[in-house]
Each structure stands twice: as C-alpha cells, then as structure tokens.
C-alpha cells in the first residue's frame, strides 16, 4: 500500500502522521476492529495504534450479511490507515446505517465537533 500510494518516501523522511487525526467515517461499525487492528499491526510489525471510535447517533439493526460486509470493510478502513500513517490518531465515526442521510449525519458531526483533520469515507 505504501508503495502503491508512494508514501514510504514520507515515512522515511519522519512524517507519519503525528499530531494529525484520521477520521474514517463508516455505517455499522465493526464489532472486532479494535482487535483486527491489533493483530494487523502485530503482523506488520506497526507499532500500537491510537485507535477510538463512537457512534453518535447510536447503530440500527440490520440484516447480518450486510453487517458483516460493512464490517469488514470498516476494519480494512482502519488498518489501511494506520499503515499508511502509523503515528496518527485514528477516530472511527459510525453512522447508525448505510442510508446516505446516516452517512451525512456522520460526516456532519464529525465536522461540527472537530474531531480531526483529514476525513475518509468507504461508500
């Protein structure tokens, strides 16, 4: 990834992201991405991440495949950018569901709240 996207040049050069929070902004969250991250950076040999997430809005129900797949999903989102930017905070922002006003929602209180500096979203 770090090739892919030519950021390792960056890492080498000592910005990894310190100081800076990620905010990925993702419907239903993911029951397991605090220890899917843990793993991830055990396997890669990252060191531990600054990893918090909320659901402002609560999460509503939905069919398990479809939990599953945003799941796993959210838990890449996550890692990827801890990969990327290893030093930086990661905030997962969930919204309660994959409708877009949800999403909206989300990425609207992640704003309002300045909960960090650069926003990615996984649609």
């Keep these: ?7 390792q040049q960056l890492l080498n050069a000592g910005y990894d992201g310190t100081g800076k929070t ?6 239903y969250g993911s029951p397991t991405a605090a220890d ?9 040999g990252l060191p531990d991440a600054n990893f918090a997430q909320v659901a402002p809005f609560g999460i509503d129900p939905t069919d398990p495949n479809n939990a599953d797949g945003w799941a796993g999903e959210t838990s890449l989102d996550v890692q ?4 990327i930017a290893p030093g930086a ?4 922002v969930i919204a309660k569901s994959n409708n877009d006003a949800d999403i909206l929602d989300a ?11 650069i926003v990615s979203q996984s649609l």
């Design 1 to 7: 990834m770090r090739t892919a996207y030519g950021t």
């Design 22 to 27: 990620i905010v990925i902004i993702d419907a």
């Design 36 to 44: 899917d991250l843990a793993l991830f950076d055990f396997v890669w």
């Design 80 to 83: 990827w950018a801890h990969a």
């Design 89 to 92: 905070k990661i905030q997962l």
């Design 107 to 117: 990425t609207q209180y992640a704003v309002d709240n300045n909960v960090g500096d």
